[in-house]
């Protein structure tokens, strides 16, 4: 967290708060978004596909109109396609093009293809834009003598995964010095 907050606020300076055309610099910020899509998909598996012709995935023989699941959750956790998968490493993503609008088949948050979320690129552009302005405004801790260690990141499955136990933080306003 130091480390992206050091980034948007070196980049922002004293405006106090960051525009629109200040995140598309952010480097570091956007990796983490990656890295955060990666580990914690909006939805754990994507919207069922038809296969449309006999095929062969996985060693395994699919037939015409089987329906088929992509758990993108395993995917963002598979140790074939990532190193140390269940690590949180925004680098992972600082010397590769991998990125989460449906051309690279280990990352795909959003689906790919005809079917991929038409909602896409708003949905990240308010992520990445509501992330930079909350780590630029404040600075976060754990509530109430709460640890590191006390932190829970266990999800709970259905339609879309959320956390088992929810994250309580406590913002600290963070006074731009003159």
Same mark, same amino acid.
């Given at each position: 967290?130091? /480390?992206?907050?050091?980034?948007?606020?070196?980049?922002?300076? /004293?405006?106090?708060? !960051?525009?629109?055309?200040?995140?598309?610099?952010?480097?570091?910020?956007?990796? !983490?978004?990656?890295?955060?899509? #990666?580990?914690?998909?909006?939805?754990?598996?994507?919207?069922?596909?038809?296969?449309? #012709?006999?095929? #062969?995935?996985?060693?395994?023989?699919?037939?015409?109109?089987?329906?088929?699941?992509?758990?993108?959750? &395993?995917?963002?956790?598979?140790?074939?396609?990532?190193?140390?998968?269940?690590?949180?490493?925004?680098?992972?993503?600082?010397?590769?093009?991998?990125?989460?609008?449906?051309?690279?088949?280990?990352?795909?948050?959003?689906? &790919?293809?005809?079917?991929?979320?038409? &909602?896409? &690129?708003?949905?990240?552009?308010?992520?990445?834009?509501?992330?930079?302005?909350?780590?630029?405004?404040?600075?976060?801790?754990?509530?109430?003598?709460?640890?590191?260690?006390?932190?829970?990141?266990?999800?709970?499955?259905?339609?879309?995964?959320? #956390?088992?136990?929810?994250?309580?933080?406590?913002?600290?306003?963070?006074c731009l010095q003159d």
């Open positions: 967290m130091k /480390k992206v907050q050091i980034e948007i606020r070196s980049s922002v300076g /004293k405006k106090g708060k !960051v525009e629109a055309e200040d995140v598309a610099k952010l480097k570091y910020l956007k990796m !983490v978004v990656k890295e955060t899509f #990666r580990l914690h998909p909006p939805a754990p598996l994507l919207v069922p596909r038809e296969a449309m #012709r006999q095929c #062969r995935i996985g060693g395994f023989d699919v037939f015409p109109k089987t329906r088929i699941f992509v758990n993108v959750w &395993a995917i963002g956790r598979d140790s074939n396609l990532w190193e140390n998968p269940y690590e949180f490493y925004p680098e992972r993503f600082e010397d590769n093009d991998i990125d989460f609008k449906g051309s690279n088949y280990e990352l795909l948050p959003f689906g &790919a293809g005809r079917r991929i979320c038409p &909602a896409l &690129a708003m949905g990240i552009t308010n992520v990445e834009f509501a992330l930079a302005n909350l780590l630029y405004c404040f600075d976060w801790e754990l509530p109430g003598g709460m640890r590191r260690e006390d932190i829970s990141m266990e999800e709970e499955g259905g339609l879309v995964c959320h #956390r088992k136990t929810p994250l309580v933080l406590a913002p600290i306003r963070y």
